[in-house]
């Protein structure tokens, strides 16, 4: 089965490269969406999945290109934004449905470093002559 939270965690990484926000996209939908049905997801995001997907695959391709690069070659630049930005929200409301779901089931306690007053004070500068 696949994990939706790693593949919307691993697609939202991909949407914060530095190349251009279509390519982003195309690599975000292909790499790590596209193996995703809505079965897959929580009942809350399952809308807004099916949004995304609609906006990704919803043109007819060219000869040689397929849905994703024809739905994505014919959006602005603010649409491929939007698409962007709905698919970084989808995964912010799965972290939350994660976060409760992993919480329920395992308390995780962290540790803070003791550390002594030495340690905090900065290093003394020793003049030599």
């Known amino acids: 089965m696949v994990n939706a939270w790693e593949c919307f965690h691993f697609a939202t990484l991909?949407?914060?490269?530095?190349?251009?926000?279509?390519?982003?996209?195309?690599?975000?939908?292909?790499?790590?969406?596209?193996?995703?049905?809505?079965?897959?997801?929580p009942s809350e995001v399952r809308e807004s999945y099916g949004q995304v997907i609609r906006s990704l695959c919803g043109v007819q391709p060219l000869r040689g290109e397929d849905a994703v690069t024809a739905s994505v070659r014919k959006m602005s630049n603010q649409e491929a934004d939007d698409c962007a930005a709905q698919i970084v929200e989808i995964f912010g409301l799965m972290c939350k449905t994660h976060h409760g779901a992993t919480r329920s089931a395992s308390v995780?306690?962290?540790?803070?470093?003791?550390?002594?007053?030495?340690?905090?004070?900065?290093?003394?500068?020793?003049?030599?002559?």
């Open 14 to 41: 991909e949407l914060v490269r530095s190349t251009p926000i279509k390519q982003r996209l195309i690599s975000a939908y292909r790499r790590h969406l596209a193996s995703l049905q809505e079965n897959d997801l």
């Open 108 to 129: 995780v306690q962290l540790h803070s470093v003791e550390r002594t007053a030495d340690e905090f004070a900065a290093p003394a500068l020793i003049a030599s002559n």
